[in-house]
T-cell receptor
Framework: DTAVSQTPKYLVTQMGNDKSIKCEQN?????MYWYKQDSKKFLKIMFS???????INETVPNRFSPKSPDKAHLNLHINSLELGDSAVYFC??????????????FGPGTRLTVL | SQQGEEDPQALSIQEGENATMNCSYK?????LQWYRQNSGRGLVHLIL?????REKHSGRLRVTLDTSKKSSSLLITASRAADTASYFC??????????FGQGTRLTINP
């Protein structure tokens, strides 16, 4: 059974389009995250949600809007896509409360290519 | 700013040899974690070491932490081809987030 799943796995789109990436976890965790990994493999946190509440927003452009309909889902919507948004986006989750004092469980990633 | 920095950036060894990767960071931490990323996959947690711990073992993995030098090392003993992957250290301080380094690409040659 997949613990943290993301869809789609690959996303190729034109500049200026709006796209969404979905994430679901079946671990019962309260905290979920979005990370961006660039072409140099540098992995940086974008957002963190705890029980549907935003707790971390790492100076991400307003074009990126996370949405958490329930604690098992954290979707990422991106408006007006730019070339620089091309990257691999990872969703992750961790147990309640002290999110990053515990290990995080990562999804398989979504490779976004903006043409 | 980026917290962890791994060294070396790339490491290639023969199967059966030991692999050592190092991580340095800049500020005080609550804990430090090591993750593995196979090509095209997500990260997998390997081991967590708290700031008041100096050494931790898990199977063929051994992690050390020197808070005075702000550094950690990951040792993989008796390496196998399946250990080929990128290895990342991530530090935790205060806020609920991991700050990752850029990773070490480890290649195990058969």
């Amino acid at each position: 059974d997949t613990a943290v799943s993301q869809t789609p796995k690959y996303l190729v789109t034109q500049m200026g389009n709006d796209k969404s990436i979905k994430c679901e976890q079946n671990l019962g965790h309260d905290t979920m995250y979005w990370y961006k990994q660039d072409s140099k493999k540098f992995l940086k946190i974008m957002f963190s949600y705890n029980n549907k509440e935003l707790i971390i927003n790492e100076t991400v452009p307003n074009r990126f809007s996370p949405k958490s309909p329930d604690k098992a889902h954290l979707n990422l919507h991106i408006n007006s896509l730019e070339l620089g948004d091309s990257a691999v986006y990872f969703c992750a989750s961790s147990p309640q409360g002290q999110g990053s004092y515990n290990e995080q469980f990562f999804g398989p990633g979504t490779r976004l290519t903006v043409l | 700013s980026q917290q962890g920095e791994e060294d070396p950036q790339a490491l290639s060894i023969q199967e059966g040899e030991n692999a050592t990767m190092n991580c340095s960071y800049k500020t005080s931490i609550n804990n430090l974690q090591w993750y593995r990323q196979n090509s095209g996959r997500g990260l997998v947690h390997l081991i967590l070491i708290r700031s008041n711990e100096r050494e931790k073992h898990s199977g063929r993995l051994r992690v050390t932490l020197d808070t005075s030098k702000k550094s950690s090392s990951l040792l993989i003993t008796a390496s196998r081809a399946a250990d080929t992957a990128s290895y990342f250290c991530a530090t935790v301080k205060g806020a609920q987030k991991l700050v990752f380094g850029q990773g070490t690409r480890l290649t195990i040659n058969p």
